[in-house]
Antibody, heavy 120, light 112 residues
């Protein structure tokens, strides 16, 4: 079955970087995109950006531009999201999700989430 | 950015009764291709979100037909005809008519 499995909990200091992985299985990685969505504690959902599984094209939330980089490794069907210059308000659960263009680019399968805590 | 506004913030429903969630967008979600890119997600407690509906009213495989989506332009509604205990969680609408993609603030559904 289709699965997205994310890397584990991270605790970082302000100013540091974090790289979250999203290992996919059960489908052809290059046929779908991956999106990243985050959720601060007790808050709603925030879209961060998207990367094509086919050619690596990206689109980022403008206010994260310059701090975020999304990449893929097609040899291992894994997507990555790196966030730099971390601040306390980056503390959140980070989710990856598959973008299904058969469902009008809906996010149809989600990873379990990765908690990132930024604290001095 | 397109602002998505959901109402109510929370809903307490007796099992078997209907529920309705409103989602309004600050701009029309009708794309130049003629489609309307409005989605509904449900986040059950302690879980990642799950997709319920795409393009306003298309139920994803496995979603019960108790759920229905409707609307056009800037006004959208998710209806549950008969709420069950398994429907508890936070419901989010989301638009992809324009970047950046944006979510509504969420509507928490609880069982009385």
């Amino acid at each position: 079955q289709v699965q997205l499995v994310q890397s584990g909990t991270e605790v970082k200091k302000p100013g540091a970087s974090v790289k979250v992985s999203c290992k996919t299985s059960g489908y052809t990685f290059t046929s779908y995109g991956i999106t990243w969505v985050r959720q601060a504690p007790g808050q709603g959902l925030e879209w961060m950006g998207w990367i094509s599984g086919y050619n690596g094209d990206t689109s980022y939330l403008q206010r994260l531009q310059g701090r975020v980089t999304m990449t893929t490794d097609t040899s291992t069907s894994t997507a990555y999201m790196e966030l730099r210059s971390l601040r306390s308000d980056d503390t959140a659960i980070y989710y990856c999700a598959r973008v299904n263009d058969f469902l009008a680019d809906a996010f149809d399968i989600w990873g379990q989430g990765t908690m990132v805590t930024v604290s001095s | 950015d397109i602002v998505m506004t959901q109402n109510p913030l929370s809903l307490s429903v007796t099992p078997g009764q209907p529920a309705s969630i409103s989602c309004k967008s600050s701009q029309s979600l009708l794309h130049s291709d003629g489609e309307t890119y409005l989605y509904w997600y449900l986040q059950k407690p302690g879980q990642p979100p799950q997709l319920l509906m795409y393009k306003v009213s298309n139920r994803v495989s496995g979603v019960p037909d108790r759920f229905s989506g409707s609307g056009s332009g800037t006004d959208f509604t998710l209806k549950i005809s008969r709420v069950e205990a398994d429907d508890v969680g936070v419901y989010y609408c989301m638009q992809s008519q324009q970047l950046p993609l944006t979510f509504g603030g969420g509507t928490k559904v609880e069982i009385k």
